[in-house]
């Protein structure tokens, strides 16, 4: 019981010097180096992935659908159809303004006739000079727009209709 009595005030001498130093109680000038260091930044790769396709609508046999999206009020679509090979064509011009394409990638999402996901399909088109072409593509008379063609990749089946997405669009 003494060794307490003993231990207690030194203790309380030992805290009471810890939180004066830390908390800055000298002269209470600054200091450089008790200054918090800049906060670092913080950064995210970019998704490697696509993002998931369109959540199923009733379509009507060979209807290409366009999901309403970022850029879709930036665009016309326009001949939009399934092939006989499973492939979405058509036409896609920028509408906002009179720049050119610089960047795009269409998704497509392919149905049965049950609404049943069959698979996907991408196309990707960059300008020259930019990047390679990654999709079929043919420079639409007076470079209005380009026409486009998504092809799937590994379908389940055959597919009735097709909902096409715009995630990346790029223009001057």
Do not use: W
Request: aromatic content about 4%.
């Amino acid at each position: 019981m003494r060794l307490s009595r003993i231990a207690a005030p030194a203790v309380l001498a030992a805290l009471t010097l810890a939180l004066a130093t830390a908390c800055g109680g000298g002269s209470g000038e600054n200091k450089a180096e008790d200054a918090p260091g800049p906060v670092p930044s913080v950064s995210f790769p970019a998704p490697k992935q696509a993002a998931a396709p369109a959540a199923y609508q009733k379509l009507a046999q060979g209807e290409v659908r366009l999901e309403q999206g970022p850029f879709t009020d930036r665009v016309k679509v326009t001949g939009g159809a399934l092939t006989a090979g499973s492939a979405v064509t058509g036409h896609l011009a920028v509408t906002s303004d009179v720049s050119e394409l610089i960047a795009l990638e269409l998704s497509a999402a392919y149905y049965d006739a049950d609404g049943k996901l069959l698979g996907t399909g991408s196309f990707q088109y960059a300008e020259e000079g930019h990047d390679d072409h990654k999709g079929a593509h043919t420079p639409a008379a007076e470079g209005k727009g380009i026409d486009f063609e998504v092809k799937p990749k590994a379908l389940t089946g055959t597919p009735t209709s097709a909902v096409l997405s715009i995630p990346v669009l790029v223009n001057e």
